[in-house]
């Protein structure tokens, strides 16, 4: 399944271009720095890059999206006109699954519910080449680290926890689907030049500490923002002494920090992870560049000297930790938790104990937590809460289930759901979730934002480490420390559970009948992608309109946003999932979260063909189907929050032509100009005020279009008076071009056409 040539020649890469990178730098480099040096896209251009100033271009080895990110991604892909991704790519259906009432069943409601969206995915991935794996088949980052991620490796994923990649480390990147687009275009990747944090790591986990435990200790130092913008490297005796799958826990939880991603530099636990998962091979090229897989020993010697931060933490003094509720950086030593809820008023019942997930769900957390549940057996001790486990892959679940796990978890009453995402993504049909009663869960996964896990806001979800779940859940009592307290067993008796253990990796090594995953066909030329013109949850996109190169004229104002405007303003989440393959009726939800600043409500603006007022989306529906082109207008950083292009299509596709704000968020802002979007800023702020709710726009010089110019407005007021005004914007030639083309998908169209 990986792709051995394409490891080979990143390898080849490795040498000459941190060569290059070293001469420029003339300094020695981090191991982020290495991998990020030897990915440039243009890799003879090396500059300085200034860490977190600079826009830099990347060619990554790999892109991986799971079903619900996938759909428009590959929606959009098929209109670039390639017969095949650039590089070797991967859908992954586990976004889309409910775990209700167990893995088969759950798993055949999935299939039948979600069936059009599956066959379409399966359609896609075989004509174009990407690999696909089925429903069932794992999560996303389990599957992906134990087939796909390689040392020194690139990566981006449509899934924020991509970063769990970095386990075997990869600088694997969470993005949207138009960056996706990109790569599986042969376009370059944009990213500005991440600063960068070390973690040292000193000492060795015993006893109840597992690698959950550093990554939730750091998440109570740094917060939920302190990585942003960030690599975070660790290393260290004590990074050295983790296994690579606890590697990725601490990587996959990176992102509850905001960081851009985390690596590890290789080591002997990586060769283990990667000959026990059946790539000798990989870890013999690996092997052979061993100097580049790691930063320079100058680095480790004086990291304060290299890094922008740095963290030292001893593994020896660290204690389990269990972070919560509400958010991933609320850290409590668990010796410290009876004390802090008591005093917050946290419910103390554990009523469920949930492990496994993306995040944790290895042989060896499961066989750590499995050797608990032996215990609670052996010293007869009822298990108090509910218990459930979700398996990272059928790799995993089948192993597990092989060396006994599963029955031994079955004789603590737990329940196997698919190997999918389910509770961890709200997709928990959990009982009586929707009388919103109070009280608390336990979890291994990695967010705990409220409603997250099963819709309630008032379930207290605590994220901790597989053993200490498994722990809490015996115990049903959140303040219960297993490091000093002694639990009631059912012939009366106080006993004390022993510290977990388990396995790295299975020894007899990992099994699976059928792993799930299907190959592309080697030409797919002839694949036809099927697509019911009937459906609605899946449209085929139609190439969006050229620039006529005239003048835009008679623009109508759509909306003028006032105050905070995120994409989840612009294109709301929760049940507009459901369309997120379906432009056209995704698009009624454009904007309705926006704040109109005539009026202060959302989604009720004024139809200047009637004078009425009526919903956003209907109102620029009105507009396109008279053929009248519209603006919207937006105060400071509009677009902040995902970089889902959703939030960039939908005006497109409604017929607005412009955005005109005081300043976007970045990413939002190259969405705009990729779907062919004019995204302006105001020259000057004030002439926000100027806008008025009946205004009608003229561009003036838009046939003059040029990188640095700025383009002149002409506002017509209702009464008949115009104001004229200057607007900024940051095209370079190359996202002219996707203007004029009406998307940069048309252009990269075209120019395979030629
Ligand atoms: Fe899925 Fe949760 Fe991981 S949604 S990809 S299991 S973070």
């Not at 003339?26 to 720095?33: C, Q, V, Y």
């Not at 896609?124 to 599957?143: C, D, E, L, R, T």
């Not at 919207?632 to 017929?655: F, I, T």
Request: charge should be negative; hydrophobic fraction near 40%; proline fraction near 5%.
């Amino acid at each position: 399944m990986f792709d051995l040539d394409l490891i080979k020649k990143t390898y080849g890469n490795f040498g000459p271009r941190i060569e290059l990178a070293k001469e420029v730098l003339k300094k020695p480099l981090t191991l982020a720095e290495k991998i990020l040096y030897a990915h440039l896209y243009e890799p003879e251009k090396v500059e300085n890059f200034k860490r977190g100033v600079n826009y830099v271009d990347f060619a990554p080895d790999r892109v991986a999206m799971q079903d619900a990110t996938a759909q428009m991604a590959l929606l959009q892909f098929m209109n670039a006109g390639k017969p095949q991704t650039a590089v070797p790519s991967t859908v992954h259906c586990d976004h889309l699954i409910q775990a209700s009432v167990g893995g088969t069943p759950d798993l055949k409601f999935a299939l039948e519910n979600n069936k059009e969206v599956f066959n379409f995915l399966e359609s896609v991935s075989n004509k174009y080449g990407i690999g696909f794996w089925k429903p069932g088949a794992g999560i996303i980052h389990q599957v992906v680290l134990e087939n796909y991620a390689f040392p020194g490796g690139m990566m981006i994923g449509t899934d924020s926890h991509t970063v769990n990649a970095g386990g075997l480390g990869m600088i694997a990147i969470g993005v949207g689907g138009a960056d996706a687009v990109d790569v599986m275009a042969g376009m370059a990747w944009e990213l500005k030049f991440p600063k960068l944090i070390g973690v040292k790591l000193t000492g060795k986990l015993s006893g109840w500490t597992a690698p959950k435990d550093i990554i939730l200790k750091v998440a109570g130092l740094l917060t939920v923002k302190g990585g942003t913008g960030c690599i975070v490297e660790y290393f260290g005796e004590g990074a050295q002494s983790l296994s690579a799958t606890g590697k990725g826990t601490i990587c996959n939880m990176g992102a509850e920090i905001g960081a851009t991603t985390s690596t590890f530099g290789y080591d002997e636990s990586m060769e283990r992870y990667l000959r026990a998962t059946g790539r000798a091979e990989v870890a013999e090229l690996a092997n052979g560049i061993k100097e580049h897989l790691t930063a320079d020993a100058e680095v480790y010697a004086e990291p304060e000297k290299y890094f922008d931060q740095l963290i030292e933490i001893n593994l020896d003094e660290l204690e389990p930790h269990l972070n919560g509720p509400f958010t991933p950086d609320r850290a409590t030593p668990i010796s410290k938790m009876a004390e802090e809820a008591k005093a917050n008023g946290w419910p103390t019942k554990v009523e469920v104990g949930l492990i496994g997930s993306c995040t944790n769900s290895s042989y060896e957390d499961i066989s750590r937590a499995a050797s608990l549940a032996v215990q609670a057996v052996d010293k007869k001790l009822k298990t108090k809460a509910q218990f459930t486990i979700t398996p990272g892959s059928e790799q995993v679940r089948y192993t597990i289930e092989r060396d006994g796990f599963i029955d031994i978890f079955d004789k603590i009453g737990a329940s196997v759901f698919a190997n999918a995402c389910g509770p961890c993504i709200g997709q928990w049909a959990r009982p009586g979730a929707d009388k919103g009663e109070k009280n608390t869960i336990v979890h291994s996964f990695n967010r705990n934002f409220s409603k997250r896990a099963d819709g309630n806001p008032n379930t207290f979800a605590f994220v901790g480490s597989p053993e200490l779940v498994t722990a809490l859940a015996i115990a049903g009592d959140l303040t219960f420390n297993p490091l000093k307290d002694t639990l009631t067993n059912e012939a009366g008796q106080q006993v004390k559970l022993d510290p977990p253990t388990g396995h790295e990796l299975p020894s007899k090594g990992f099994a699976v009948e059928d792993a799930g995953y299907q190959a592309p066909a080697a030409d797919g030329s002839s694949v036809n992608v099927v697509v019911a013109p009937d459906s609605n949850r899946l449209q085929l996109l139609s190439a969006f309109q050229a620039w006529d190169g005239k003048n835009i004229t008679g623009a109508k104002l759509l909306i003028k946003a006032e105050g905070k405007c995120t994409t989840d303003h612009i294109s709301m989440a929760g049940p507009w999932l459901r369309f997120r393959g379906h432009l056209d009726n995704i698009s009624n939800n454009m904007l309705i979260g926006a704040v109109n600043a005539f009026g202060g409500a959302t989604n009720k603006v004024k139809n200047q063909l009637n004078g009425e007022f009526d919903e956003v989306p209907k109102v620029a529906r009105a507009y396109k189907a008279a053929g009248i082109p519209s603006i919207v207008v937006g105060d400071h950083n509009y677009g902040e929050g995902s970089s889902r292009e959703h939030a960039a299509m939908e005006p497109r596709h409604l017929g607005v032509k412009a955005v005109l704000v005081k300043s976007f968020a970045r990413i939002h802002e190259t969405n705009l100009k990729k779907q062919g979007m004019l995204g302006l800023t105001f020259a000057d702020e004030a002439d926000y005020d100027k806008i008025q709710e009946d205004d009608v726009f003229n561009f003036l010089d838009l046939t003059d279009f040029a990188p640095g110019k700025p383009l002149t407005i002409e506002v017509v007021h209702a009464d008949g008076s115009k104001d004229t005004i200057k607007v900024n914007h940051t095209y370079n030639e190359q996202q002219i071009e996707w203007f004029k083309a009406g998307s940069a998908l048309n252009l990269i169209a075209q120019q395979n056409k030629n």
